[in-house]
Every structure is written in C-alpha cells, then in structure tokens.
C-alpha cells in the first residue's frame, strides 16, 4: 500500500497554515489533518513578533518570536519488522507520545478500523520503508507550552462522562507543539498470521519495492512541489482511549467502569466437599460421570450485566454454574426496573422442540430455546440453570432474569456471539428463532487470540486445578463477553441461549446497544 501525503498549493500560505496550528487542541484518535484541528489551547504571545524568510524566497512576517524555525532534511525512512505493539510504540515516539496504544495516524497508515486490541491480535507483523523532505520545520519553545486558564477550568473536577465527552469534543486530547512542512511517500506493509513470510523476507520485499518505487521512478522528483505535514504533540491528558466516533463517546465513556464476576471469587466453596444441598445432576451416558447442577439464583443487583460463563465450581471441578460479569456500578444515565413478569423464560410445552442430547439420546439432555425478553430495552440482571424432567431424562435449562432501561432506545439490532469454533447445528427451529429476532446470522470470523490488558490478580477468572477436570469434556467454559475493545465499547447482555456443539454444552450470548434518552436540555447542552 502506497500512502501520499501533501497539500499542493501556495506555499507561503501552508507555511501561515502551519504556523497558526501551533497551539491548537487535537484529538489523536483521528488521523493527522490539519483541518480537523480543535480550538486553541496554548496562548501565543503576539506581542514580541519577527519576520522569517524561508526557502524558495518565501517571507513571512509577524512570526512569534516564541516559535521557532528550523530547515528540514530529507530521510529515508525504513522500520524493522515489528509487532503491532512495537510499531504502535514507535509512531507514539515519532509523535512525542508515550505508551503503546495507537494513535489515529497509526490505524490511517496500516488500514485498521477495529478495535486495537483485535486489530493486535489479528495481526502478524507491521513495516514500513518510505522517503520523507522536511522543508522546515516550526516548534513552540518548551517553556511556552502553557495550557490556558479557561482549559484548565474546563476539565471535569470528578468523573462525569458526559461532561469529558464534550470537553474532548471541544478541546481534544493533546496539544499541537509543532509542524514539519515537506512530504512522505511511504509504503506501509501489514503482514497477517496466514502468511508464512519469515522477518528477513518481508523486510526484502518491501525495501526491493520502495526501491524500485523511490529509486528506479525518480520518485523523489514529486516533492518539488508538494507540501505535507507532521505534527509532534504534547499531551495534557493521561493517556489515550480506545474510543468510537464522538458522537458515542459519551455513552462509551459511561461505561469506562470496574467489572467483576458474580459470584466473586470469595464465594466459592474451597473448603472441604459437602453434600450437595440439592439432587440436581445430569447424566450424558451409562455409567458415565454425574455432572451436579448449581441452581441457586445469580443477582447483580440492578447493574448491566456484560458477560457470561459456564464455570465448574466445586472441589472436583463436578458442579455446573452460570457467572454473570456486570458492571460494579450503575451507569449515570442508566436507570432499571423490573420487568412485570420478572423472568420471561418459564417452562412451558412448547420448549420440548429444543431438547439437545449431549451424548446419549436416552440421557440427559439440555434445553436450547433462545432466552430473551420482548421488549427491546430489557437487559439481564441475574440467571440460575434448573434441571427438569422430560420422562425418563433430566433436562437443563438457563433461566434469565431481566430488568427494563427506563427511557431508552435501541442503537442497532441486537447481536449473537457463538463460542469459539462453534458450529451452526443446534436445532433448526431454534437457530429460526434466534435469526428471526436478530436478523440474519453471518458466519463468523476466526477468533484471533486476545490481548491481555487486564492487571487483576487473577484476569483469567479463579484458579483452576493444575490437573484438567473430567467433566470438562463437557462443558465449554469460554468467557463470553464484550468490553471497550469491541466498538463502540457499551454493550450490554439482552440474551443467551445453551447450545449442545461436539458434545459439550456452550453458551451463546445476545448483545445489545441501548442509550438512554436524556431530556431536552441535556441534549443540547452536550
């Protein structure tokens, strides 16, 4: 891929461009344009102003004297082959920014419209090899990089996500420190995990590319008229967010909040094995192990529930549970109720049509009706299993509970997520069912390998015992879940169903985008 940067023109009137960009906010989730500048956050002194002469006989009068001008060089610009994260690092390093988490300029370079840690995941190697002609270069003195008294006043004092959604909309995220005026022509290499390319490979490749296109074609005669930006920044905030469009950052941003699995961690019987307190067990085969059935009820209490699990509790690892991942605190502008009929997947006949075996057909078997409620704006906030019978053979069954937003709306169609490597076989009148509420059902893509950026003392869920449970053969215990890294970042649990694939028992879990409704006068303050 062949990137060009430049803006043909005037040049005394790109260098005036340039220099009046100095000082203005930016928001580095969006590629590097000058256009998409903010208002001005670092106050120029006006005051004490000189005239600068430039190449091509190019004068520009009243230039602070706090900004300076310096001539440009011409580079070849040539990367190892890094990983995402290094290559991230590095364009962060370019651009006077620390850590790793890619800029706006990054995902516009390599082509990356996902969330980065999937994006990360997904993604082999990254390179680069390029030209660069940096005319001259402008830079505010250091010591002149003082953030204006109405900025400071304007930052949120607590944590208010619509406010930081509107200051970020009016101010950005970083600060513009200096612009380099010139131009790049760079080819930009991504390298997927189905290449079989080793580094020295694709760095050849590339460098046999760049010099044939830079070398071969003269291409470095197309800058003598060309004009380009690059713009170093200073940040006056933290550090950057993986956030959506501005016009979601708001409900993004409420839900920036801790999350736990309930029951914690804490909750779980360590002690010694006890009898349990109910019979309810599942049977897949003759003389076949028995699989225990946790029933009693998981509540979160009123808050989004954004994830779920299969967990096999107990000393021995023999005790099917269900665990929620909610929220630890209710979003500002969320506000639920109980739904009228409180739990919307009672037993009925009409559920005698999902009966799954799981290995025998004489055995037990589990339930796969699609579980969700009828209204749109209803989300989960509790679950519990119930073993019932079905003649001879026990049954299986996920029980939901669902609480109402109160004025909201629907964003987009709910969404299903199928467990890694999931096959579509779990009854024709159930998968029906599930596709007629949520629209037609596309296969999946293949699930790349998370990103780890969980710090928690235990980020894959509980100990697990060194040795692999038995019973895990039959039951799948893949978290299910969605975070900030799945875009637009809010989702919340407005369904699930049991699937029987290969003979183990997995969970498939609804999705849903719901904001809120806020009052007139809210809106048009935000």
């Keep these: 891929m062949s990137k060009k940067v430049g803006v043909v023109g005037d040049a005394k009137a790109a260098a005036e461009l340039a220099i009046n960009a100095i000082g203005l906010g930016y928001d580095l989730a969006a590629d590097l344009k000058l256009k998409s500048c903010k208002t001005r956050l670092v106050p120029i002194d006006h005051h004490s102003l000189r005239t600068v002469d430039l190449p091509g006989r190019i004068t520009i009068p009243n230039v602070p004297k706090s900004i300076n001008c310096d001539k440009g060089e011409r580079t070849r610009l040539c990367s190892d082959v890094l990983s995402f994260q290094q290559m991230s690092e590095q364009f962060n390093q370019e651009l006077s920014l620390s850590g790793k988490i890619p800029t706006g300029h990054f995902n516009a370079a390599f082509e990356f419209t996902g969330a980065w840690q999937k994006d990360a995941a997904s993604t082999k190697s990254l390179a680069f090899d390029g030209v660069s002609i940096a005319l001259y270069n402008f830079a505010l003195e250091k010591t002149q990089v003082v953030l204006g008294d109405f900025v400071k006043q304007a930052v949120p004092s607590s944590w208010?996500?619509?406010?930081?959604?509107?200051?970020?909309?009016?101010?950005?995220?970083?600060?513009?420190?200096?612009?380099?005026?010139?131009?790049?022509?760079?080819?930009?290499?991504?390298?997927?995990?189905?290449?079989?390319?080793?580094?020295a490979e694709v760095q050849k490749t590339l460098r046999e590319m760049a010099d044939k296109l830079f070398i071969e074609q003269a291409g470095l005669n197309k800058f003598d008229d060309g004009l380009g930006f690059d713009i170093p920044s200073a940040s006056y905030s933290e550090s950057q967010v993986n956030k959506p469009q501005i016009d979601e950052l708001h409900q993004f941003l409420e839900f920036q909040l801790p999350r736990q699995w309930a029951p914690v961690f804490g909750e779980l019987a360590l002690g010694p094995e006890r009898k349990p307190r109910n019979s309810a067990s599942l049977q897949f085969s003759f003389m076949g192990p028995k699989l225990y059935v946790n029933t009693t009820p998981v509540?979160?209490?009123?808050?989004?529930?954004?994830?779920?699990?299969?967990?096999?509790?107990?000393?021995?690892?023999?005790?099917?549970?269900?665990?929620?991942?909610?929220?630890?605190?209710?979003?500002?502008?969320?506000?639920?109720?109980?739904?009228p009929n409180g739990n919307v997947s009672d037993v009925s006949l009409e559920e005698r049509k999902y009966y799954e075996k799981v290995q025998w057909k004489s055995f037990s078997h589990v339930c796969t009706v699609p579980v969700q409620s009828e209204d749109d704006t209803s989300i989960v906030t509790g679950a519990h299993f119930e073993v019932g019978e079905a003649g001879l053979k026990s049954v299986l069954f996920l029980r939901l509970h669902f609480s109402k937003v109160v004025n909201a709306t629907q964003v987009k169609a709910p969404q299903w997520d199928d467990p890694p490597g999931f096959t579509q076989k779990s009854g024709i009148i159930s998968t029906l069912?599930?596709?007629?509420?949520?629209?037609?059902?596309?296969?999946?893509?293949?699930?790349?390998?998370?990103?780890?950026?969980?710090?928690?003392?235990?980020p894959a869920g509980p100990p697990v015992p060194t040795q692999t449970p038995k019973l895990l053969r039959f039951v799948d215990t893949t978290e299910m879940t969605r975070g900030p890294q799945d875009l637009p970042g809010y989702w919340v649990v407005s369904g699930a169903r049991l699937v029987v694939d290969k003979g183990k028992i997995s969970l498939k879990v609804r999705y849903s985008l719901l904001t809120a409704i806020l009052p007139d006068e809210e809106v048009a303050g935000y």
């Design 160 to 199: 208010d996500p619509a406010a930081l959604a509107k200051f970020i909309n009016e101010f950005g995220t970083h600060v513009i420190v200096g612009v380099k005026i010139g131009g790049t022509d760079i080819i930009y290499a991504k390298q997927q995990y189905s290449s079989s390319l080793q580094p």
């Design 299 to 339: 509540d979160v209490g009123k808050k989004p529930v954004t994830g779920l699990r299969l967990y096999l509790e107990g000393k021995r690892s023999n005790c099917l549970a269900i665990h929620l991942q909610h929220l630890s605190s209710m979003p500002k502008t969320f506000q639920l109720e109980d739904e």
């Design 433 to 458: 069912i599930s596709t007629h509420f949520s629209g037609p059902q596309k296969p999946p893509p293949p699930r790349p390998s998370d990103v780890n950026i969980n710090s928690a003392l235990y």
